[in-house]
């Protein structure tokens, strides 16, 4: 299994940004694909984006245009830039890992731990 760890969480205002990674114990280039996810207090899991092996990219609607993932497979890290933050986004981010492609939106093998981001009115 692979093991993730994610830093960069945080407090900021509304319309601030922040810079999520996940370093990852495996070679990057060897995993299909990298995700991040996030959950709020009292509500599911939910997808916010993911990048495969190339240059496939793909986002919640609810991110989309505010939030860039990429991955540097020369430092086994996942990075998800926040821009324009809003309230609304503040919850635990979690990275994920899969190594094979699936149909399941949330069919990933292996989890962080999760980093708190907190945005304030």
């Known amino acids: 299994q692979v093991h993730l760890v994610e830093s960069g969480g945080g407090m900021v205002q509304t319309g601030g940004s922040l810079r999520l990674s996940c370093v990852v114990s495996?070679?990057?280039?060897?995993?299909?694909?990298l995700g991040w996810f996030r959950q709020a207090p009292g509500k599911e899991r939910q997808f916010v984006a993911a990048a495969t092996w190339g240059t496939t990219t793909s986002y919640s609607d609810s991110v989309k245009g505010r939030f860039t993932i990429s991955r540097d497979n020369a430092k086994n890290t996942v990075y998800l830039q926040m821009n324009s933050l809003k309230p609304e986004d503040t919850a635990v981010y979690y990275c994920?890992?899969?190594?094979?492609?699936?149909?399941?939106?949330?069919?990933?093998?292996?989890w962080g731990q999760g980093t708190q981001v907190t945005v304030s009115a």
């Open positions: 495996e070679r990057t280039f060897k995993i299909y694909e």
């Open positions: 994920a890992a899969r190594q094979v492609p699936s149909n399941d939106l949330y069919a990933f093998d292996s």
